[in-house]
């Protein structure tokens, strides 16, 4: 299964955003949705095409709401996602899938809820997101591979990171 996974611009709640406009709520309503990130929506699609053919349909949304939209194609990679154009790319054969891995676009993953500008006091009271379980994304750094080995992040402490593979023109951008 090819996996879709949006990520909302941080201005409000993304599935809100797509499930109360009609054209959006129709487009998903055969797909089952989960948040696999703070302000996600994350579905399963039978292949790259039908990922791709999804992103489409949901261009006007995506223009409006979402940050990122990410595919994760298990022909290509088990970990690695490709961006929305990458995946296009591939679907329509101007890149094989062995030509996807040089540019990288690497997140750090943190708990959902946590605020890196609060105090350590404020960090030990308990709030109503200490109990979601959930990740999510932050500070993007774009990197190159070279040879089979992946740059660290560095930009935050963090104990997770998650790759996306970018065209070279999302990677100059």
Known sequence: MTRVCLVGDG????QY???SRETAREA???YDIH???????????????????LLNDLDWY??????????????????EWLSRDLA???????????????????????????DPEAT?????????TDTT??????EPMYVTRTGGDLPSYDLRDVDETLVERVTEDEFGA
Do not use: C, H, I
């Not at 201005?11 to 993304?14: A, E, K, M, R, T």
């Not at 379980?133 to 932050?138: C, D, E, P, S, T």
């Open 62 to 79: 995506l223009v409006r709401f979402v940050e990122e939209a990410m595919v994760l194609e298990p022909s290509v990679s088990e970990a």
């Open 35 to 53: 948040e696999p990130f703070e302000n996600s929506v994350g579905v399963e699609t039978v292949s790259l095409g039908a990922a791709v053919s």
């Open 28 to 30: 998903l309503s055969t």
């Open 120 to 128: 350590e006091t404020d960090q030990d009271s308990p709030t109503e």
């Open 133 to 138: 379980v959930g990740r999510r994304l932050v």
């Open 11 to 14: 201005d409000g709640n993304l």
């Open 88 to 114: 296009r790319a591939v679907r329509d054969d101007e890149l094989a899938p062995e030509e996807t891995g040089r540019f990288l676009k690497l997140y750090g993953l943190e708990p959902a809820g946590t």
């Open 17 to 19: 955003e797509l499930l």
